[in-house]
């Protein structure tokens, strides 16, 4: 029982991560391809903006899915 329970956290941790570096991936990205667009910098600043409180919302999943393993 205790075994499958590490191994259903680590299988969450593992897909948190994937899932962060996803979304940062998508922060550089559509910098790059909206700025060679020529997309009014608003836009861009807003889009980022959304991108990285995904990232920070799945980073403090992560750290909340840390602090309960510990």
Same mark, same amino acid.
């Given at each position: 029982m205790a075994h499958d329970v590490r191994h259903f956290i680590l299988c969450v941790k593992l897909?948190?991560?994937?899932?962060?570096? !996803?979304?940062?991936?998508? !922060?550089?990205a559509s910098s790059i391809v909206f700025s060679s667009l020529n997309v009014g910098t608003h836009c861009i600043y807003v889009i980022t903006q959304l991108l990285n409180f995904s990232a920070q919302r799945l980073y403090i999943g992560r750290q909340l899915i840390d602090f309960s393993v510990a």
């Open positions: 897909f948190t991560d994937a899932e962060y570096f !996803v979304v940062q991936t998508l !922060v550089r």
